[in-house]
């Protein structure tokens, strides 16, 4: 059973940083590409950042294009997202999955999915 478990959320000042963490277990990393996605209060899911399986291909939403970095470590199925220059704007629960569809590049296409981690960014 694929299981995805977030971390690293937190309250941060605008213009702060956060680093993420999604660990995989259940299913080898490099036989699914992984994403990330968030969903602010009132509003729906969308796109944050996905990552080939090697790691070789990085996609970002236009809003965090920039200031987002995402990575992962395959060795400890570990999925990143380093969050710099953090706005109000990105506060959310930030959701890591993960999607073993050739058309990763498909977000409808990601099916495993962890609980979410609380992102607060507040003056």
């Known amino acids: 059973q694929v299981q995805l478990v977030e971390s690293g959320g937190g309250l941060v000042q605008p213009g702060g940083s956060l680093k993420l963490s999604c660990v995989l277990s259940g299913r080898s990393a490099t036989s699914v590409a992984l994403g990330w996605f968030r969903q602010a209060p009132g509003k729906e899911r969308e796109f944050v950042s996905i990552?080939?399986?090697?790691?070789?291909?990085?996609y970002y939403s236009e809003s965090v294009k920039g200031r987002f970095t995402v990575s992962r470590d395959n060795a400890i199925n570990t999925l990143y997202l380093q969050m710099n220059s953090l706005k109000i704007e990105d506060t959310g629960v930030y959701y890591c999955a993960a999607t073993a569809h050739s058309d990763y590049r498909d977000v409808r296409n990601y099916n495993y999915w962890g609980q979410g981690t609380q992102v607060t960014v507040s003056a």
């Open positions: 990552i080939s399986w090697l790691g070789e291909r990085t």
